[in-house]
């Protein structure tokens, strides 16, 4: 049901910088703001960007997002072994009476 | 402190009714702006937003799934609950209870810890 695409993979070394995209169309990103959410292995998402920029309290200022058009995406800089996750934008769509949507998820890997 | 803990059965036959229930500590369900939220991932997949239930007892639903969905709270145990009928085993996944930041009403910050269910006979 996805209608947020997001590529599969990501990799960098220590240090580096690393985006993630998230493309929608215009009745999700184009018309609302995007969240991000990172995954480890056998947790629950945890929250590291709301409304298209922000972080909540406790996420390192390494992790930031933008949003153009129906597009957005996710940076994470001076990469860590711990960074090492599965990434999710998600925003909501106004079609269907409107509705919650998950990306299709980016694998993050620290060479 | 916020806590959400899930629970259910495990695993449900097919065509049967899966109930879920999402037990709320630190806050009231019914109090104030909250809104809650309940997500699902299948094994090896994405999560997929399931519903968001709102204090006043609103609720949106997953149009893939709102035939067949049913999302109520409890005040009285300070519970939420979760009914899906017709499973399938296309309904096989983690079950998360998650409450959204009160910046943002779709952007889940506080999440339980999920709980399994498995629907085959």
């Known amino acids: 049901q996805s209608v947020l695409t997001q590529p599969p993979s990501a990799s960098g070394t220590p240090g580096q910088r690393v985006t993630i995209s998230c493309s929608g169309g215009?009745?999700?990103?184009?018309?609302?703001?995007v969240n991000w959410y990172q995954q480890l292995p056998g947790t629950a998402p945890k929250l590291l960007i709301y409304?298209?920029?922000q972080r909540p309290s406790g996420v390192p200022d390494r992790f930031s997002a933008s949003k153009s058009g129906t597009s957005a995406s996710l940076a994470i800089s001076g990469l860590q072994s711990e960074d090492e996750a599965d990434y999710y934008c998600a925003a909501w769509d106004d079609s269907l009476n409107g509705f919650c949507v998950f990306g299709t998820g980016t694998k993050v890997t620290v060479l | 402190q916020l806590q959400l803990q899930e629970s259910g059965p495990g695993l449900v036959m097919p065509s049967e009714t899966l109930s879920l229930t999402c037990s709320v500590s630190g806050a009231s369900i019914y109090r104030g702006s909250f809104s809650w939220g309940w997500i699902r991932q299948p094994p090896g997949k994405g999560p997929e937003w399931i519903g968001t239930i709102y204090y006043s007892g609103k609720t949106y639903y997953n149009p893939s799934l709102k035939s067949r969905l049913i999302l109520s709270g409890d005040t009285s145990k300070n519970q939420l609950s979760l009914k899906l009928t017709s499973v399938t085993a296309a309904d096989t996944a983690v079950y998360y209870c998650a409450r959204p930041t009160l910046m943002a009403a779709d952007a889940f910050d506080v999440w339980g810890q999920g709980t399994m269910v498995i629907v085959s006979s």
């Open positions: 409304s298209s920029n």
């Open positions: 215009s009745s999700n990103i184009g018309s609302h703001t």
